[in-house]
Structures are given as structure tokens and as C-alpha cells.
């Protein structure tokens, strides 16, 4: 239900945006995110995005990504500028409290990931 893409091999300093769609007959999502996991780390938290569209950053990447929806396409985008080597990871959208017209209870989703390489 939730489609990523965007990623690909990056110079030092550059930018990159990832896209995120959910699909589906879709009433409402509460929080959309983008979450990373390098090589041998665990999966972090980058950035969230309320259905208001308030957003949060992990400090690592303020200042340099910025996280926004369109809720009409209920899509999600990840803009990261001056990436750095750092960066490099596997990126995952994620949807919270996704209510499908028919459901009685909103569930969460994962999407399947796309890899962002930062390298010269």
C-alpha cells in the first residue's frame, strides 16, 4: 500500500527527493515519516510529518532535509540537500493511522525502501 522511490547514488553535497504514494481508497492518514537503516545499524527515525502537516527532524539531517505531503495524492516527500557519506542508507516511508473506506480501524504500514547512496 505504500510505494517508495527516488533514491540512487549521490556526490557529497547533493540532493535528492524521495517520493512516497499511499494507495487505495484511503479516508485519512495520521502521521506520514521516512525512516533510514545503514549498513549494520538499526533502523532510525528522520522525520514525520502530521496530517497538519507539522513536521520534526532528527538532528542529523535539520536544516538539510525537509519532510512535506500532499494529502490530496496522499503522498509523502523526503527533500534532502548537502547529503553527506553519512546519509547513505536504505530509506522506508511509513504511514500511521491509515484508515481505508470500509475498515473499521486505521492500521500502519511500511514501504518497501530505496537505496540513497552518497558517494563521490
Known amino acids: 500500500q505504500l510505494q517508495a522511490s527516488g533514491g540512487g547514488l549521490v556526490q557529497p553535497g547533493g540532493s535528492l527527493r524521495l517520493s512516497c504514494a499511499a494507495s487505495?481508497?484511503?479516508?485519512?492518514?495520521?502521521?506520514m515519516a521516512w525512516y533510514r537503516q545503514a549498513p549494520g545499524k538499526q533502523r532510525e527515525l528522520v522525520a514525520t510529518?502530521?496530517?497538519?502537516?507539522?513536521?520534526a527532524y532528527v538532528d542529523s539531517v535539520r536544516g538539510r532535509f525537509t519532510i512535506f505531503r500532499d494529502n490530496a495524492k496522499r503522498m509523502v516527500y523526503l527533500q534532502m540537500n548537502s547529503l553527506k557519506p553519512e546519509d547513505t542508507a536504505v530509506y522506508y516511508c511509513?504511514?500511521?493511522?491509515?484508515?481505508?473506506?470500509?475498515?473499521?480501524?486505521?492500521?500502519?504500514?511500511w514501504g518497501q525502501g530505496t537505496l540513497v547512496t552518497v558517494s563521490s
Open positions: 510529518s502530521t496530517s497538519s502537516g507539522t513536521a
Open positions: 511509513r504511514a500511521d493511522g491509515v484508515l481505508y473506506s470500509g475498515n473499521l480501524y486505521p492500521r500502519n504500514y
Open positions: 487505495g481508497s484511503i479516508i485519512s492518514i495520521n502521521v
